[in-house]
């Protein structure tokens, strides 16, 4: 299924975030591989509420992201980090007890 959701960088002319399809409890498992990566605050607080209700109760979530402790709790493309950052959310570094509390405040575990 594509969902056309709004991402600066990846979809900038599409509107804002879109619910997921599904019916409640659906899933045992959701994996993102560089999406979170490429997400700020709101839309990472959006998604982690969505996969809430679509995951069944022993569900798992596996994401990447770009997680460190000692930064600022989130940076849009933080100067000097993984080499050159080119354009719009090339890299969106989270403090990790930061990254874990959005998690944890949409009833999911790390």
Do not use: W
């Not at 879109?18 to 959701?30: C, G, R, V």
């Not at 080499?83 to 959005?102: I, T």
Request: net charge positive.
């Amino acid at each position: 299924m594509h969902l056309p959701a709004e991402n600066a960088r990846y979809n900038p002319t599409e509107k804002g975030l879109k619910a997921l399809p599904y019916k409640k409890n659906e899933f045992n498992l959701i994996f993102l591989n560089s999406v979170f990566s490429h997400m700020l605050t709101t839309d990472i607080k959006f998604y982690l509420s969505e996969f809430y209700k679509v995951l069944n109760m022993n569900g798992k979530v596996y994401l990447t992201a770009f997680i460190e402790e000692n930064v600022p709790n989130v940076e849009e493309n933080p100067k000097d980090y993984l080499n050159k950052s080119v354009g719009a959310l090339h890299r969106v570094r989270y403090e990790k007890e930061f990254f874990y509390s959005l998690v944890k405040a949409r009833q999911l575990r790390t």
